[in-house]
């Protein structure tokens, strides 16, 4: 299981996401944080591959650093610039499918202007 904790953050601030995985795939597969807005699908903003190899989403480029802590089975999405269309719920889970198709309760990130 995946869980999320995160803060209400400001535009032009910044917020670190944190994801603790249970499961030792978490060690060998692509991670991935994604975000569900209201009325919108959820979407893969960021993944990190095993060699740490990094992909973002276009919209958050240059603004969202993904970063995983094998050891501690966490994974890590640094958000700054914040802005208020990035509220959404963000969830983390395997990448770019979910990991059996299962999602967790995410976390509600809200950006006030």
Known sequence: ???ASGRL???GGSLRLSCVA???IFKVATMGWYRRAPDRDRQL?????KYNVVTYEDAVKGRFTISRDVPEN???LEMSNLRPD???V????TAPTALNGLWGQGTQVTVSS
């Not at 903003?45 to 591959?49: D, E, F, L, P």
């Not at 963000?90 to 889970?93: A, I, K, L, M, T």
């Open 22 to 24: 249970t499961s030792t």
């Open 45 to 49: 903003v960021a993944s990190i591959n």
């Open 9 to 11: 953050g400001a535009a």
């Open 74 to 76: 966490t994974l890590y």
């Open 1 to 3: 299981q995946l869980q």
């Open 86 to 88: 990035d509220s959404a």
């Open 90 to 93: 963000y969830y983390c889970n």
